[in-house]
């Protein structure tokens, strides 16, 4: 009869993680996601505000519930298919976003701590910033077809949810560049001898 062990192995999708928690799997994932965030940043995004005179509503930093109302009524119905349409796109960006930041995470979490797999569960947090992003895509996707209603509730908690997805992709993404950078800097040194 064999022992029974106390620790539980680490889950298959995590045994799964660590088959790409390299290098070139991180760079594939940037190169995958910068093409959507280029779209988005250098063409979309000012086609929209040349075209309709306001930014599109994930851009407008600081906005509350009354506020969106008078950018959805400023955008025309035009506007509003626009972004309506927009808004499709706008669960892929964090999807890829969000596979960079797993891969990432999980590259940093084996080179920091390689003996140690079960520690790759952390790098699914790497996900939080997507679902706060679709959160963030449904209320204004909800708010797009409630108008001309306005509902100062769901414009509040999409503000909300608009403000933890900056808050998940600035603290993310600094703290990886912060560990990338801190690999360069001080290289790990390998188990002494």
Do not use: C, H
Not at 120 to 142: K, S, V
Not at 167 to 176: C, D, H
């Amino acid at each position: 009869m064999q022992p029974q062990s106390n620790q539980a192995p680490p889950s298959s999708l995590s045994t799964r993680l660590a088959g790409f928690a390299t290098l070139p799997y991180v760079m594939l994932s940037l190169l995958a996601f910068l093409p959507f965030l280029a779209v988005n940043n250098l063409f979309w995004s000012p086609l929209f505000i040349e075209r309709f005179g306001y930014q599109p509503l994930d851009l407008a930093l600081g906005l509350d519930g009354v506020s969106v109302q008078e950018y959805l009524t400023a955008y025309g119905e035009e506007g509003r298919s626009w972004y309506l349409r927009f808004q499709i796109y706008d669960f892929f960006l964090p999807l890829f976003g969000a596979i960079m930041f797993v891969l990432w995470a999980a590259w940093l979490i084996t080179m920091y701590w390689p003996e140690q797999p079960g520690k790759l569960r952390f790098a699914w947090l790497g996900t939080l910033p997507m679902f706060a992003d679709w959160a963030e895509n449904i209320g204004f996707i909800t708010q797009l077809m409630m108008f001309p209603e306005v509902s100062v509730d769901v414009g509040n908690i999409t503000f909300l949810l608009s403000q933890i997805k900056i808050t998940l992709l600035s603290g993310f993404g600094i703290g990886l560049l912060i560990a990338s950078m801190a690999l360069l800097v001080v290289p790990l040194s390998g188990p002494e001898e």
